[in-house]
């Protein structure tokens, strides 16, 4: 019973994961939140998606900011 | 008489030539950032006039539209910082509840986001970068500068926060929010991928 909860409290839900992905961008996250994240990457194919989504965001600013 | 000043003034024609090629590329930025032609054209004036000025601090250890854009920067953190000033923004919420809509009651996403096969090959696509670029436009306007000083201009948090007065915590809320509103706006047409095969 007590782990479950634990677990639950661990456990990040995709909102949360989300604004951890945003935030990653911008800079390093701590320990902690770094490791939830990932867990949840493990399982989360939703959020798997957001994040290359994310990736693809910058990579798609730097190639509009050079065109030409 | 004449041969005298000629000698010296090629040089500097083609110094300030050299600098103005790059003032389509400056435009551009200028244009997404305050979303205004006439703010855009004088600011681009006033970047290309000052790197005129301090021609002499370029050192060439970075390309000089690296150098440009480092000046260009900086002049639009100094016009923003006065815009905000004048309009302090509201007092942001934590952001805890935003997009609620997105997510099902245990929130969890409840549509599926694209897959994005090859963001690489995705973004070589014109097409691709257009709606980019109008979803950025569309962005609520305070929520698009933030994003675009921080992906097209490298500004980084610290210099967000320092220079603009802003918060961690609200920084952190805005560019979470510009990135949430693209991805939703880019999901529209399946991030790309909507055309089958």
Redesign the interface.
Do not use: K, N
């Given at each position: 019973m007590r782990s479950l909860a634990r677990q639950k409290m661990l456990r990040l839900s995709c909102q949360q994961a989300s604004r951890l992905l945003s935030q990653q961008q911008d800079e390093p996250l701590p320990f902690g939140k770094r490791v939830r994240l990932r867990l949840h990457l493990m399982y989360c194919d939703a959020c798997t998606n957001v994040s290359r989504q994310f990736d693809t965001l910058r990579l798609a600013m730097l190639k509009w900011r050079d065109r030409d | 008489m004449a041969s005298s000043a000629s000698s010296a003034t090629p040089n500097i024609e083609i110094e300030f030539a050299l600098l103005a090629e790059h003032r389509?590329?400056l435009m551009?930025?200028a244009r997404m950032e305050l979303r205004d032609e006439h703010a855009a054209e004088d600011c681009v004036s006033d970047v290309l006039t000052q790197a005129y000025e301090r021609r002499a601090a370029f050192r060439g250890d970075s390309s000089l539209r690296t150098w440009l854009t480092s000046i260009l920067k900086n002049r639009v953190i100094d016009l923003l910082r006065k815009q905000w000033r004048e309009q302090p923004i509201e007092e942001t919420p934590s952001?805890e509840q935003d997009?609620?809509d997105l997510?099902d009651e245990?929130?969890?996403?409840a549509q599926?986001?694209?897959?994005?096969r090859d963001?690489?090959e995705?973004?070589?696509e014109?097409g691709?970068?257009s709606a980019?670029?109008r979803c950025i436009d569309r962005l609520p306007k305070r929520i698009g500068q933030v994003f675009?000083l921080?992906?097209?201009l490298g500004t980084?948090?610290r210099e967000l926060c320092k220079d603009l007065g802003l918060t961690t915590s609200n920084?952190?809320v805005q560019?979470?929010r510009a990135?949430?509103m693209?991805?939703t706006c880019?999901e529209k047409t399946g991030?790309g991928n909507a055309q089958p095969g």
């Open positions: - | 389509i590329y551009r930025i952001g997009f609620d997510f245990t929130g969890h996403y599926m986001p694209s897959h994005v963001p690489a995705l973004c070589q014109e691709f970068l980019v670029q675009v921080r992906e097209v980084d948090t920084v952190w560019l979470y990135r949430m693209l991805r880019l991030f």
